[in-house]
């Protein structure tokens, strides 16, 4: 039998970053939303990695993180 591998991809590594981040500072997907100026639904799909989220989005939850967004080349 073949192992199937799950590949993770950048959106859900993001996601579940952003979720790890906003659980460690123990706020909850509502009060993080407000702050970041998005709906709480697609803070919740950006955190499962289902939003294809714009830069400035990503931009103002890692603000609202306290956190730096780095892109870097492959």
């Known amino acids: 039998m073949k192992d199937h591998l799950h590949q993770v991809s950048s959106q859900e590594r993001l996601g579940a970053c952003i979720r790890s981040r906003r659980i460690e500072l123990g706020l909850d997907q509502n009060s993080l939303a407000e702050v970041a100026g998005i709906t709480q639904a697609n ?3 950006l955190e499962r ?5 714009r830069l400035s989005t990503y931009m ?5 993180l306290g956190i730096d967004l780095f892109i870097m080349g492959r």
């Open 43 to 45: 803070l919740s799909r």
């Open 49 to 53: 990695g289902k939003l294809d989220g």
């Open 60 to 64: 103002q939850l890692t603000e609202a």
